[in-house]
């Protein structure tokens, strides 16, 4: 089965500074990977995606993920933190067989501070 | 392009009683999928439709559960003699029949059950 670890619900960053969120999958079989932001109330809105192409994928509101097979990583970067990217975030996994089913990991809340 | 609704936005019902939700998906978009988020935790996968044929359901979709897509548009979930642990976000999302497709959610439906 497939599955996805973020670690450190809440994370904090400064307006201005490096957004770091981590993901690590563990798939039996190639995987598609996505990551999502979710606004209080609202739906989830995709960010970006990897579906077997390029390696490092670049999504709205300028962030930007890398897929490494090796380490089984899709971690999350924006190079300068906006306050409008205070939100959750989660990152999912499927199977690239056929499998629909998206298998999310618990989120990362995003605090920026002024 | 009217994205993914879910109707009603929020529910607030008592123990016992029983409570649909509807989702109306794109409306070009074959796949139709239900995920329900309970607090601090990421989406977590129901049922999944092609057309009206429902394909697969997880085994959190106990009997008092069931969802159906009548005509391969939109979609209901019903869920019978609600109880309290049934509280949660339920979210709707739909796709493209296609080998790398992104699932659209909805907006989702709040559901309190006292």
């Known amino acids: 089965a497939q599955s996805v670890t973020q670690l450190g619900s809440h994370v904090s960053v400064s307006e201005g500074a490096l957004v770091l969120l981590r993901c690590n999958y563990s798939s039996s079989v190639p995987p598609y990977l996505f990551w999502y932001v979710q606004y209080p109330n609202q739906g989830l809105q995709l960010l970006l995606k990897y579906t077997s192409a390029a390696t490092l994928v670049k999504g709205i509101n300028g962030f930007e993920a890398e897929f490494k097979k090796s380490e089984t990583s899709f971690h999350l970067t924006k190079p300068s933190a906006h306050m409008s990217d205070a939100a959750e975030y989660f990152c999912?996994?499927?199977?690239?067989?056929?499998?629909?089913?998206?298998?999310f990991g618990k989120g990362n809340q995003v605090v920026v501070i002024p | 392009d009217t994205g993914v609704s879910q109707d009603p936005r929020h529910k607030i019902t008592k123990r016992g009683q029983n409570v649909t939700f509807r989702c109306d998906p794109i409306?070009?978009?074959?796949?139709l999928y239900w995920y329900r988020q309970t607090l601090g935790q990421g989406p977590e996968f129901l049922t999944y439709?092609?057309?009206?044929?429902?394909?697969?359901k997880s085994r959190l979709l106990s009997d008092r559960f069931s969802a159906e897509r009548p005509k391969g548009s939109f979609s209901t979930l019903e869920i019978q003699r609600t109880e309290q642990g049934d509280s949660a976000m339920y979210l709707c999302?739909?796709?493209?029949?296609?080998?790398?497709?992104?699932?659209?959610f909805g907006p989702g439906t709040r559901l309190l059950v006292l």
């Open positions: 409306s070009e978009h074959n796949r």
């Open positions: 439709f092609q057309n009206e044929a429902q394909l697969e």
């Open positions: 999302a739909s796709g493209p029949l296609a080998a790398q497709e992104t699932q659209y």
């Open positions: 999912a996994v499927r199977r690239a067989d056929g499998n629909n089913r998206l298998a």
